[in-house]
C-alpha cells in the first residue's frame, strides 16, 4: 500500500504540472544517500509538498506548532511532519531531528520560520544553524520562485511559473561543544547566502549581495 507521503507527492506532481509551468533545476546536487538537512526560502503554505514533488528523497518537515492545531493538522501528522515551538528552546525537536539524521535521512526546514510576506528573504532563526553544526550533516539549499502565485482558482488560468533551484551540498564543521550565539548567528548567515546565491536578486532580501541590513543585525545579535 502506497504511504500518505508517497500519495499526496504524487498528487502534487500531477497537479503541477497541470496548472503550473513547474521545472526543477540541480535534480543531480541531491546525494542519493545519507543524512541530509534540506533548507529553503518560504513562500506560500504549498512549499512543503513542492520540495516534497521537487527532491528525489522523501522529506521529513519540522514544522510549526500551530499547524498542529490548525484545520489542517491531519494532513500535517499523516506527511510525516513533527512540531517545532518558535521562541522556546525546543528540545524534544532537537532531539527528534538528531534522530532522523543519525538514521540517515532527510530533515527539511525553512530557517526564516515564516512565511516571507514580500516574498524577500528575511532574517533566519538560528535553529537551522544549530542541528547543522550538530550534526555535521550535509545540507542542500534550495530556492522556490513563484510560489507566491499559488492562490485559490486563479492559478488555473494564468499557471504561474514556478522554479525550485536546488543548490551544491555544503557542510558546517561539526561542533560537539554549544556553539556560542555569535557561531549560531555566522552559521545561519552562511546558510541563508547560499538559499539566497540560487535566488534572484529581487527575492533575497536581507541576503542581497552588498546589503548591510543583516550584517548590522548580526552584529548586534551577538
Known amino acids: 500500500m502506497l504511504s500518505f507521503y508517497t500519495a499526496a507527492t504524487a498528487t502534487m506532481k ?3 504540472l497541470s496548472l503550473t509551468r513547474w521545472q526543477v533545476i540541480g535534480k543531480e ?26 527532491v528525489t528523497r522523501r522529506i521529513i518537515f519540522m514544522a510549526k506548532d500551530e499547524l498542529f492545531r490548525s484545520w489542517g493538522r491531519a494532513f500535517v501528522r499523516a506527511f510525516g511532519a513533527f512540531p517545532v515551538k518558535r521562541g522556546t528552546s525546543n528540545r524534544e525537536s532537537l532531539r527528534q531531528a538528531m534522530r532522523i539524521l543519525d538514521n540517515g535521512q532527510v530533515l527539511g526546514m525553512f530557517p526564516e520560520g515564516k512565511r516571507s510576506l514580500n516574498y524577500a528573504m528575511d532574517r533566519a532563526e538560528l535553529g537551522a ?3 547543522a553544526l550538530r550534526s555535521g550533516a550535509q545540507i ?9 502565485h499559488i492562490k485559490g482558482l486563479g492559478v488555473i488560468f494564468h499557471r504561474p511559473r514556478i522554479t525550485v533551484t536546488i543548490g551544491k551540498p555544503f557542510h558546517l564543521s561539526k561542533s560537539n561543544d554549544q556553539p556560542t550565539r555569535r557561531q549560531l548567528v555566522d552559521s545561519s548567515d552562511l ?8 535566488l534572484p536578486p529581487n527575492y533575497r532580501g536581507v541576503y542581497s549581495e552588498g546589503n548591510l541590513e543583516w550584517q548590522k543585525k548580526a552584529i548586534k545579535g551577538r
Do not use: Q, R, T, W
Not at 191 to 198: D, F, N, T, Y
Open 29 to 54: 546536487n541531491v546525494p542519493k544517500d545519507g543524512a541530509l538537512i534540506v533548507v529553503a526560502n518560504h513562500l506560500s503554505v504549498v512549499d512543503p509538498p513542492l520540495l516534497s514533488a521537487s
Open 129 to 131: 544553524a544549530l542541528i
Open 14 to 16: 500531477v497537479a503541477l
Open 140 to 148: 542542500i539549499p534550495v530556492g522556490i520562485i513563484g510560489a507566491e
Open 191 to 198: 546558510i541563508m547566502s547560499h538559499i539566497a546565491e540560487v
